[in-house]
């Protein structure tokens, strides 16, 4: 299994910046580079470049790699930007290995505009040596007419036994909202749907 280290959690954190100043043209650009030793025995790479916009957007873009000198390694890169009308978007992903056959990758994005809308997302899938793998990930959008919101895993043993479940929610301007249950048993799909009001009450779906 690969676990998170310090390494890479500050990788991801610098990597969590970018989109593109729309229609900003460079005022002020910055870069910057770093290549050193690490603590567990690798090499530990970064960089990351930053840009001002006249009309006030900016946008922030960051990378880097981490290794352990013992086949590990993890790779994290970023981007994420606001402007000048107050929006504001980033996105970032990393993948990581311990050097065992291990492998996890992972993603997020996230924004929020300047209507109040606003939505999120995140995925993680894990590749074990001996075959298996899960799969984890949710999602939310939310405006002034609603919000959808969606969530599920998956898993794989290592004989190709499958098995997953998802669940989505949307809400109306009203209030009411409908869920929908999908699962996978190895194959067998089922699925549910059930319907609330605005004050958590059971209603006819279609209402």
């Given at each position: ?39 567990a ?38 981007t994420?930007a ?33 209507n ?92």
């Amino acid at each position: 299994m690969v676990r998170n280290s310090s390494k890479f959690a500050i990788l991801a954190a610098a990597a969590v910046l970018g989109l593109s100043a729309a229609g900003a043209h460079a005022q002020e650009v910055r870069h910057g580079r770093v290549l050193k030793k690490n603590h567990a025995g690798g090499t530990t790479a970064a960089r990351g470049t930053e840009a001002k916009g006249v009309n006030g957007g900016e946008v922030r873009h960051g990378a880097g790699i981490a290794t352990n000198g013992q086949g590990g390694a993890v790779a994290a890169h970023g981007t994420a930007a606001e402007g000048p009308n107050g929006g504001k978007a980033a996105r970032g992903n990393y993948i990581a290995k311990d050097g065992q056959g291990n492998v996890q990758t992972g993603s997020a994005a996230g924004f929020k505009g300047p209507n109040g809308a606003q939505g999120s997302r995140h995925s993680q899938t894990n590749y074990n040596a001996d075959g298996s793998a899960s799969h984890s990930g949710s999602s939310s959008v939310s405006g002034k007419n609603g919000s959808i919101q969606s969530s599920g895993s998956s898993t794989r043993s290592a004989d190709g036994q499958v098995n997953g479940q998802r669940t989505s929610t949307a809400t109306g301007k009203s209030g009411n909202s409908e869920t929908v249950t999908t699962t996978d048993s190895n194959g067998q799909i089922s699925r549910s749907k059930s319907c609330k009001d605005a004050n958590d009450n059971s209603i006819p779906c279609g209402q």
